[in-house]
Nanobody
Framework: VQLQASGGGLVQAGGSLRLSCAAS????????MGWFRQAPGKEREFVAR????????YCADSVKGRFTISRDNAKNTVFLQMNSLKPEDTAVYYC????????????????WGQGTLVTVSS
């Protein structure tokens, strides 16, 4: 599975961005999809995940109520809508795919995209 993340950029605090992650494989709909982020000097951390059908999602407490994960299986794409952005959301954002339903650690994901940089200015 090849994953291509896009949509990052520079935004002011309080603004919004929508990240996309396109997958190459036809069996995309069978994978759990997740978003992680890594700020400079910090560990890669879990942001959100979505199940195969898109009917169940889970977000980290730090982004709950501000970020929404969704997917379009017909287009092999997963999205991360980010609203009310804060400077502490600045990081490289990575999409990943896996098969473990409750996966929230990077070790539980098998394939990774290249990352897209999100910078939130204060």
């Amino acid at each position: 599975v090849q994953l291509q993340a896009s949509g990052g950029g520079l935004v002011q605090a309080g603004g919004s961005l929508r990240l996309s992650c396109a997958a190459s494989r036809r069996t995309f709909s069978t994978y759990i999809m997740g978003w992680f982020r890594q700020a400079p000097g910090k560990e890669r951390e879990f942001v959100a995940r979505i199940n195969w059908s898109g009917g169940s999602t889970y977000c980290a407490d730090s982004v709950k109520g501000r970020f929404t994960i969704s997917r379009d299986n017909a287009k092999n794409t997963v999205f991360l809508q980010m609203n009310s952005l804060k400077p502490e959301d600045t990081a490289v954002y990575y999409c990943a795919s896996g098969t473990s339903w409750r996966a929230t650690t990077k070790e539980e994901y098998d394939y990774w995209g290249q990352g897209t940089l999100v910078t939130v200015s204060s």
